[in-house]
């Protein structure tokens, strides 16, 4: 909250405060929504406090601090504000709070800082994410207001403290890599390195979403001298009656770093590494029709509406996604079949994509390639199919009441050189499109979770033919 001083009339002016050589000026938003010549009256009051005819009298700031970012919703008694503040011979910092990100920028003499608000039971986890500067504590209630400089010199380098604070710990953070995972490969190599200019000693362990996982070899911690590198090879084991997607690996990396007050100020890393889809190529018996009926496929096939599979939420694709759907992939007489049976509760609404990457191999972007091969049905249950062997492919769709199944055959001449490959990448979406004119996405969600489905395979899921259909196929 923002004290609402008055003046003579009643009219809301703000409050303003002298503490040593500095100047605070706290305005709420009442006195921008009211007459706004006593606020002007106030601003520049308290933009002389700092400076006089003959340029400023003492080294003091002034520092305006606002309950919202009012340029945005009084926009032109903002301006008159802000011009009485360029006026002042030094510069002035400006404070809002009401938003929900930490940004910080300059116009002109006036450097502008946008903080969200902190109760004191987050304020540890909010410095840990490098989003709260530290530069200025107060308690504003019924009893009064009273505020603590904790270093006023923080005041006037709000450049400083992005960088030194914020962008320092969101390096550490991004500054891991780790291999991808799947299924049949679920080992993954990990490297962290240590971004910042002192020695930092960090705790480690896995974690997972589901029960029953866990990592070897098992470590408990690790210290890093600035530049050095952490890395070592990892193996998952999980329950396999779960992909290894839906258990969302982690390494919890936890360390302490120093803020620009010498303080100690807690960071946790995740590393997340990518885990790819996949498994064994189904052998189906002949004569396996193309029809949609889904009365050869003896498996279960593999999940697509996990939230990890999610790529973007705008009401209708959370935990309880409004479409579903489960990818099987079978070979029968030399030929590549996949089946996506859809559940969703607007099929007008939906679009499925099963993507293909004809090379095979392990994967790599499209750049400078005709790209992958796309079977897709719209809205109106229309198939459409696009990319390099595209003719030779035979595909249905068989509608449901509450969605249908897309079915469809690669025979060797789809693939490059004409031969299936032993490892086959496989991608599907399922876009729900929002109820708006510009027909944006509502929610995607994308088997590999990747998202880049028509720009690389690397995180394709990745099918292995069994050796029987490869030695029939004379592999």
């Known amino acids: 909250t923002m004290p609402e001083g008055t003046d003579a009339s009643g009219h809301p002016v703000g409050t303003r405060l002298e503490l040593g050589e500095h100047t605070f000026l706290f305005l709420p938003q009442p006195a921008f929504e009211?007459?706004?010549?006593?606020?002007?009256?106030?601003?520049?009051?308290?933009?002389?406090?700092?400076?006089?005819?003959?340029?400023?009298?003492?080294?003091?700031?002034?520092?305006?601090?606002?309950?919202?970012?009012?340029?945005?919703?009084?926009?032109?008694?903002?301006?008159?504000?802000?011009?009485?503040?360029?006026?002042?011979?030094?510069?002035?910092?400006?404070?809002?709070?009401?938003?929900?990100?930490?940004?910080?920028?300059?116009?002109?003499?006036?450097?502008?800082?946008?903080?969200?608000?902190?109760?004191?039971?987050?304020?540890?986890?909010?410095?840990?994410?490098?989003?709260?500067?530290?530069?200025?504590?107060?308690?504003?209630?019924?009893?009064?207001?009273?505020?603590?400089?904790?270093?006023?010199?923080?005041?006037?380098?709000?450049?400083?403290?992005?960088?030194?604070?914020?962008?320092?710990?969101?390096?550490?953070?991004?500054?891991?890599?780790?291999?991808?995972?799947?299924?049949?490969?679920?080992?993954?190599?990990?490297?962290?390195?240590?971004?910042?200019?002192?020695?930092?000693?960090?705790?480690?362990?896995?974690?997972?979403?589901?029960?029953?996982?866990r990592a070897e070899p098992e470590i408990l911690g690790f210290r890093l001298d600035p530049g050095q590198e952490f890395a070592q090879r990892f193996r998952l084991q999980h329950d396999a009656r779960v992909p290894l997607k839906f258990c969302r690996p982690r390494l919890l990396l936890d360390t302490v770093c120093a803020d620009g007050l010498g303080r100690e100020v807690p960071v946790r890393i995740s590393v997340a590494p990518h885990v790819r889809m996949g498994g064994r190529i189904l052998p189906l018996r002949p004569p396996a029709q193309v029809d949609g009926l889904l009365s050869e496929w003896t498996d279960a096939g593999l999940e697509l509406g996990h939230p990890s599979q999610v790529l973007t939420d705008a009401g209708r694709v959370g935990s309880s996604p409004p479409c579903s759907a489960r990818l099987h992939i079978g070979e029968v007489d030399n030929e590549l079949r996949l089946a996506l049976a859809c559940r969703c509760d607007d099929r007008e609404q939906t679009v499925l994509a099963v993507y293909l990457d004809p090379r095979g191999g392990e994967g790599s972007a499209f750049e400078g390639t005709p790209g992958p091969l796309v079977v897709s049905v719209d809205g109106l249950g229309r198939v459409h199919t696009e990319g390099p062997g595209c003719a030779a492919l035979r595909c249905v769709w068989q509608s449901l009441p509450q969605g249908g199944v897309l079915e469809a055959a690669a025979p060797p001449s789809a693939f490059a050189g004409g031969v299936m490959p032993e490892v086959v990448l496989i991608d599907a979406t399922l876009t729900v499109r929002g109820g708006d004119a510009a027909g944006q996405p509502a929610g995607v969600l994308?088997?590999?979770?990747?998202?880049?489905?028509?720009?690389?395979s690397a995180l394709y899921a990745a099918f292995v033919r069994s050796s029987d259909a490869a030695d029939a196929s004379g592999r």
């Open 34 to 213: 009211a007459h706004p010549e006593p606020l002007l009256g106030a601003v520049r009051e308290a933009a002389r406090s700092g400076s006089g005819p003959g340029g400023p009298r003492r080294s003091g700031r002034l520092a305006v601090f606002l309950d919202g970012p009012v340029w945005d919703r009084q926009p032109r008694v903002w301006s008159r504000v802000a011009e009485v503040l360029r006026k002042r011979g030094e510069s002035v910092l400006v404070v809002a709070g009401g938003t929900d990100r930490f940004s910080c920028w300059r116009d002109g003499k006036i450097e502008m800082v946008c903080v969200s608000a902190v109760g004191r039971e987050r304020a540890s986890d909010v410095a840990a994410d490098g989003l709260f500067p530290g530069f200025l504590w107060g308690l504003l209630d019924r009893d009064g207001m009273r505020v603590r400089v904790v270093d006023a010199t923080a005041l006037v380098v709000p450049d400083t403290l992005s960088r030194s604070l914020q962008q320092e710990r969101m390096a550490l953070r991004s500054t891991w890599t780790a291999t991808p995972l799947s299924d049949a490969e679920s080992s993954t190599s990990v490297v962290v390195r240590n971004p910042t200019g002192g020695p930092l000693v960090f705790q480690a362990a896995w974690a997972f979403e589901v029960t029953g996982c």
């Open 446 to 456: 994308c088997f590999s979770g990747d998202g880049r489905s028509r720009e690389s």
